[in-house]
């Protein structure tokens, strides 16, 4: 059963911003958001997580509106090598995965 | 990725067969996954453990079984494979909880 929910898949333009939406409407008070991405077929990647506040990293921002029903990851300027799955998981110990966001940069 | 070793890479198999997945770690973390990934399904939890000698269940548990006899190294053995458990299998640890899951290169394994 599906915590979150993604759009299937989008593209953006290489050099702009690409905003990542996910709806978590069922999350609960002590469960953190995670995103991942896969490259390919690679492992996925750690790319930033939040429980309340707003977080940035060296690779994304998380926004997480303030009744955490929803969050958006943005890659500040996307890349080529951006171009991946991305998995937006509510958790408060083991990671579910489920289909993700596939992104596609265009260049 | 650095720290974390999947071995074999790729195993191709025979159906009833015994099969041992090997994942390795340097990082000296608590928690081992194993994952596996089937187009369609995304990745799916097989079995996880806290520690050395505690496992438990994930959410496809049935045909696997696991070991961890030291804190680096976590086994995955399908006892008898089957051709349902062709995939591509994932390990990863999690060491801070501020880093997430550091995830291996995967195996791809065929059983034939």
């Known amino acids: 059963d599906a915590k979150t929910t993604q759009p299937p898949s989008m593209d953006c333009a290489e050099g702009r911003a690409a905003n990542l939406p996910c709806n978590h409407s069922?999350?609960?008070?002590?469960?953190?958001v995670y995103w991942y991405r896969q490259i390919h077929s690679q492992g996925p990647q750690y790319i930033i997580h939040?429980?309340?506040n707003n977080e940035t990293n060296e690779m994304a921002s998380l926004i997480i509106t303030e009744d955490r029903k929803s969050s958006t990851l943005i890659l500040p300027h996307a890349t080529l090598r951006d171009t991946a799955v991305y998995y937006c998981?509510?958790?408060?110990?083991?990671?579910?995965f489920g289909k993700g966001i596939t992104l596609s940069v265009r260049p | 990725d650095a720290g974390i070793t999947q071995s074999p890479r790729h195993k191709v198999t025979e159906t009833g067969t015994p099969v041992t997945l090997r994942c390795h770690q340097t990082?000296?973390?608590?928690?081992m996954y194993w994952y596996r990934q089937d187009p369609g399904h995304g990745l799916r939890l097989i079995h996880y453990?806290?520690?050395?000698?505690?496992?438990d269940k994930g959410e496809v548990s049935d045909g696997y079984s696991v070991s961890r006899s030291k804190t680096e190294d976590f086994l995955l053995t399908l006892e008898s494979a089957t051709s349902s458990q062709t995939s591509v299998y994932f390990c990863?640890?999690?060491?801070?909880?501020?880093?997430?899951?550091?995830f291996g290169s995967g195996t791809r394994l065929t059983v034939v």
């Open positions: 069922t999350i609960s008070g002590n469960e953190y």
């Open positions: 990863a640890t999690e060491g801070s909880s501020n880093y997430g899951y550091t």
């Open positions: 453990s806290y520690g050395v000698k505690d496992t």
């Open positions: 998981i509510v958790s408060y110990s083991k990671l579910t």
């Open positions: 939040g429980l309340k």
């Open positions: 990082e000296n973390h608590r928690y």
